[in-house]
């Protein structure tokens, strides 16, 4: 039998990543700008011209390649398709013992 070890809800934290938070923020920005290329029907080289970057790039984003892009390119990005980039600074719940980076795409 196999052992099972249970997420303790980001991937990167489970792998023993560093910055496992800020790689979680990345690639959920990064599945969002995916989505919203497909939903649009762009391929690649059609959505590297609307981005300013090249073909290569997107590729990287589609494929989770992420280590070359800064969070304010990835906002960037979202933003020339038509998204708000909306940050909100909270307190955190006592239940929890660290505050958190957590990013909802809507």
């Given at each position: 039998?196999?052992?099972?070890?249970?997420?303790?809800?980001?991937?990167?934290?489970?792998?023993?990543?560093?910055?496992?938070?800020?790689?979680?923020?990345?690639?959920?920005?990064?599945?969002?700008?995916?989505?919203?290329?497909?939903?649009?029907?762009?391929?690649?080289?059609?959505?590297?011209?609307?981005?300013?970057?090249?073909?290569?790039?997107?590729?990287?984003?589609?494929?989770?390649?992420?280590?070359?892009f800064s969070l304010e390119r990835l906002f960037q990005f979202l933003n020339i398709m038509g998204r708000d980039i909306q940050i909100v600074v909270s307190q955190k719940p006592r239940s929890r013992k660290n505050?958190?980076?957590?990013?909802?795409?809507?």
């Open positions: 039998m196999k052992d099972v070890t249970v997420s303790k809800g980001n991937v990167f934290e489970d792998l023993g990543m560093s910055e496992p938070a800020d790689r979680m923020v990345k690639a959920e920005l990064a599945r969002k700008i995916a989505e919203i290329i497909s939903k649009r029907h762009l391929n690649q080289m059609e959505a590297a011209r609307l981005l300013g970057v090249d073909q290569p790039k997107i590729s990287a984003i589609m494929n989770g390649r992420l280590s070359g505050a958190g980076l957590q990013v909802i795409c809507s």
